[in-house]
């Protein structure tokens, strides 16, 4: 009698599976109720005005340009992040740093996006190689911002889209441009142009530019189930004290290489478009 007592209360590993799922599933629904709302919250825009296709910037500017260019209306004027619609691309100026970066990310699972392209600024860090108004095509970013770190453990490594990276860089050949690729460094520290300590490891991780966002989106959205990608823009050269990005020299970086840099963007998701490819990220299960 006893005996049976003690299996009716036995737990088994199906059991805590099912309860684990139960929780996976209600908290899922929790997230989506809350990023439907939150996503016209943030940005003014209506769900059903959204894109399949995603652009992300870290400035106003560039919607300006892109709703100018395609005279549509720039939504959220009046809220933290601008954003328009066109040709089934959808512009969002999400702010600067990775935390935006990360809320950006998981707003945008409300509508679950075909593709995710961030168009960033970032300091290049191979003096005397690279210089300002280069592109650069990440093949990864190092997780320096620890924003990242709240979506998947820190061993996994921040890795674009790779399908997404190849039709970026076939726009560039089409606007017969050159671009660097290599790993960058995502921090969440925007004032370091003073430590040295800081940029002798940056040299020793020999990682060809820095920026704030980069990481974060690769980890984000791949935790996410969206397929994302990056084309960086260099904007200064910060290892060396006359390459620290200032007003004048970013306005100059805007007027000669920022339109440029939008439709290299634009392009590579009208590629995707047009001809139906996929950009599934390997295999999204974590």
């Known amino acids: ?126 003096t005397g190689k690279n210089q300002v108004g280069d592109l650069i095509l990440p093949i990864a970013a190092i997780r320096g911002e620890g924003t990242s770190d709240d979506y998947l453990p820190p061993e996994l490594p921040a890795l674009p889209a790779f399908a997404l990276q190849k039709a970026v860089s076939t726009a560039i050949r089409d606007y017969e441009r050159d671009y660097w690729t290599g790993v960058v460094y995502t921090t969440n520290k925007r004032v370091w142009e003073h430590r040295e300590d800081f940029k002798e490891r940056l040299r020793n991780l020999r990682c060809i530019a820095i920026d704030m966002e980069t990481a974060t989106i690769f980890v984000a959205a791949f935790k996410n189930q969206m397929p994302a990608g990056a084309l960086l823009l260099v904007s200064d050269m910060p290892m060396t004290h006359e390459g620290v990005k200032t007003e004048a020299s970013d306005k100059e970086v805007t007027a000669n290489f920022a339109a440029l840099h939008l439709k290299v963007g634009v392009d590579s998701l009208k590629q995707l478009i047009n001809k139906g490819l996929t950009v599934k990220h390997l295999r999204f299960e974590t």
């Open 1 to 126: 009698m006893e005996e049976k007592s003690k299996n009716k209360l036995k737990i088994t590993q199906h059991d805590l599976d099912k309860v684990a799922q139960h929780n996976h599933t209600h908290e899922k629904a929790v997230k989506t109720k809350i990023v439907k709302d939150w996503l016209p919250r943030y940005t003014g825009m209506p769900l059903e005005k959204f894109g399949e296709y995603i652009l992300l910037v870290n400035f106003a500017g560039y919607v300006k340009s892109f709703a100018d260019k395609y005279d549509v209306p720039i939504f959220g004027n009046d809220r933290p992040m601008q954003a328009a619609t066109a040709e089934g691309i959808t512009i969002i100026n999400f702010g600067i740093g990775s935390p935006n970066a990360g809320l950006v990310i998981d707003l945008l699972e409300a509508i679950h996006p075909k593709a995710v392209l961030f168009l960033g600024k970032c300091g290049g860090l191979k």
